[in-house]
């Protein structure tokens, strides 16, 4: 559904893979030379951009999102829903990530997390069980 949203190409791949905290943590210092576990980390491969317009983007290797669901718990529960939806939310996140969004400086982060809200607000997971 976000792929889609995003227009990353239909064949494009992804892995998406979930840790515990003490992995979460060791990758997080390898990575980004920072301490502490974190909710989400995304390795990026052909650096694979979204489409414009009505086109898709190219087929190719996205990368890796990596996700924790026991420090996202917490997250979900200062948020008021469920792991469920705090863990797409994250993987939303993660895949703006690869497909180049960031949040470094308030100008992308208002666009990335605008994106991200509207994809997260079109797809609600709890919805199709």
């Known amino acids: 559904h976000a792929m889609a949203q995003i227009r990353v190409h239909p064949d494009a791949e992804l892995a998406v893979v979930l840790v515990d905290e003490p992995a979460m943590e060791q990758l997080h210092i390898q990575w980004m030379d920072e301490p502490g576990p974190t909710d989400v980390l995304s390795f990026p491969m052909d650096e694979l951009r979204p489409g414009r ?7 190719g290797i996205l990368g890796d999102i990596v996700l924790c669901p026991s ?35 308030k100008d ?15 797809f609600q997971p709890e919805n199709t069980v």
């Open 71 to 105: 420090f996202a718990v917490a997250q979900a529960e200062q948020a008021g829903h469920s792991l469920l939806s705090e863990l797409h939310i994250l993987t939303v996140h993660g895949l703006l990530h690869l497909v180049g969004y960031d949040h470094v400086e």
């Open 108 to 122: 992308e982060e208002k666009i990335m997390f605008g994106l991200q809200g509207d994809i997260v607000a079109s």
């Open 53 to 59: 317009g009505d086109e898709v983007s190219a087929e």
